[in-house]
């Protein structure tokens, strides 16, 4: 299995690599794994304005990963 179970949105948005058959080895044998990799793929979008705010401990970017 190549990278063809990756949602449209994925493969055109961003650069995807095969590695030693990694996206085989999830999609079997860690299914719920696969599935937030690929949720979090899709919904995720990086705002400048995130970037480019400084002074922070914490970036905007990690809090909106982490919800």
Not at 2 to 16: D, K
Not at 40 to 49: E, G, N, P
Request: aromatic share 14%; proline share 4%; charged share 30%.
């Amino acid at each position: 299995m190549g990278l063809e179970r990756l949602p449209p949105y994925i493969a055109s948005y961003y650069e995807v690599y095969e590695w030693k058959h990694a996206s085989a080895i999830l999609v079997e044998d860690f299914p719920d794994e696969w599935r937030d990799i690929i949720e979090v793929l899709q919904t995720f979008r990086l705002k400048r304005s995130w970037i480019e705010v400084g002074g922070k401990n914490k970036s905007d970017v990690s809090t909106q990963i982490c919800h």
